[in-house]
């Protein structure tokens, strides 16, 4: 469970700009319910990122990876996160989507 100010951080209601796309994963990769529908599981295929949702039968192609992981690494430089969080942060992005930031 990712730490309460890492979640505050990170929470997409700070970013007016980011994509539910994004917020989705976010969501996956902290543990969070921040969109409808709620992201599964992600695989990734050939370099590109899926996920499968909530009420859907075929997996959603959420991007590429390295498309993904500069959004992530912005992210969390956008977030002002300690060394502490950063810390964190990319351990969960290791542990939920086996990315290395």
Not at 3 to 15: G, I, Q, T, V
Not at 16 to 44: D, H, K, R
Not at 59 to 68: I, R
Request: proline letters at 7%.
């Amino acid at each position: 469970m990712p730490s309460a100010s890492l979640l505050e951080k990170l929470d997409p209601d700070r970013y007016p700009n980011m994509s539910l796309t994004f917020a989705a994963i976010l969501g996956y990769v902290c543990g969070e319910q921040w969109t409808q529908p709620v992201i599964l599981s992600i695989e990734v295929v050939d370099d590109v990122i899926l996920a499968m949702s909530e009420g859907r039968w075929l997996p959603n192609c959420l991007g590429e990876v390295p498309d993904v992981r500069a959004h992530l690494r912005r992210l969390g430089m956008a977030a002002g996160l300690t060394p502490e969080e950063w810390v964190e942060y990319q351990a969960l992005t290791k542990e939920r989507l086996h990315l290395t930031l």
